[in-house]
């Protein structure tokens, strides 16, 4: 039933954020970047902070804990959708699409900085090779233009601030006895706070509002980041940061469905091979050994060295 649980969770949230990127192009046809990520996040945070009155689920409470929340806020809210929302007025999708897809190895990175410990296998190291393997077969960025730009880099630099954050809140915000909504709650209200105060950067300019601009954000607000962050601390706290991330690998499965279901674009060999490749290495992150020869599907938790409730570094 756990692992059922888990990829339940895990599909959910796939489908929640690999629509994310369609929903954005949208929306920047009637919005700035600031302005767009800030009715995101401020729409995720009223419908979180309403769940939360609604549950009658209090938000955390402590200095401390809003510290952290507040880093994570910067790092999985704030900076990295400015960054891809930038990104995507230069950059293509299949651009985006691989930078994105960088996240799992960035958590890998940013686990031994933070003093995070990580049990990977070579099985499990095999299946983050064959999903970025997969990611590349589907978007084929040697095909694309504008691998070498301002607007690339800022999409890698969005996945890095994700692989932080990923692990941040494994350590430290998992394991508090704060529910995962109240946890989500609390970091969208910060992230409102920090786009707000990005508002010069663009957040003043015209808005040509749309119903499709409309429908963008307010899919974006409710589930993209509202449901999808919180579902992302449960997963967080029964996986780690990962599996959690693990998730990235997927958001160009469902793009490349969804595409092909309600836009009517094209499957070639390479992109179902792709997909394949993708779901494979996917498959392979959720095994664990279980004795020699044989492996078993269960979580591999990563465990932080210190308490949920320490200080940061």
């Not at 994310?20 to 996040?41: T, Y």
């Amino acid at each position: 039933m756990g692992e059922t649980k888990t990829l339940l969770r895990i599909g959910a949230l796939a489908l929640m954020w690999g629509s994310s990127f369609f929903w954005i192009k949208l929306g920047l046809g009637a919005f700035s970047p600031v302005q767009l990520v800030l009715a995101r996040v401020a729409l995720g945070a009223a419908v979180l902070i309403g769940l939360c009155y609604l549950g009658r689920d209090r938000l955390p409470s402590g200095r401390r804990i809003w510290g952290h929340l507040a880093v994570a806020a910067f790092f999985h809210n704030a900076l990295p959708f400015l960054l891809f929302a930038w990104g995507e007025l230069t950059v293509d999708s299949g651009i985006t699409g691989v930078l994105n897809a960088t996240t799992p190895l960035w958590v890998l990175l940013a686990a031994p900085m933070l003093g995070a410990r990580t049990r990977m296998t070579a099985v499990r190291v095999a299946g983050l090779i064959a999903g970025l393997v997969g990611i590349l077969l589907i978007f084929a960025p040697w095909q694309a233009s504008g691998l070498l730009s301002w607007g690339a880099l800022a999409c890698l630099a969005a996945a890095a601030s994700y692989g932080f954050a990923f692990v941040y809140e494994g350590k430290y915000l998992t394991g508090t006895g704060d529910s995962p909504m109240s946890l989500a709650g609390g970091q969208m209200l910060l992230a409102t706070g920090f786009l707000l105060l990005a508002m010069p950067m663009g957040g003043f300019a015209p808005v040509h509002l749309s119903t499709g601009a409309i429908v963008a954000v307010v899919i974006l607000g409710i589930g993209s980041t509202g449901i999808a962050f919180a579902l992302n601390y449960q997963l967080l706290a029964s996986e780690g940061a990962v599996a959690a991330s693990i998730v990235g690998y997927l958001l160009p499965v469902v793009s490349v469905l969804l595409g092909a279901v309600f836009l009517g674009e094209a499957l070639d060999f390479r992109v179902i091979a792709g997909m394949v490749v993708v779901l494979g290495g996917v498959a392979l992150t959720r095994l664990r050994p279980k004795e020699r020869g044989t492996f078993a599907t269960a979580p591999v938790v990563e465990r932080p060295l210190a308490a949920a409730g320490e200080a940061a570094p």
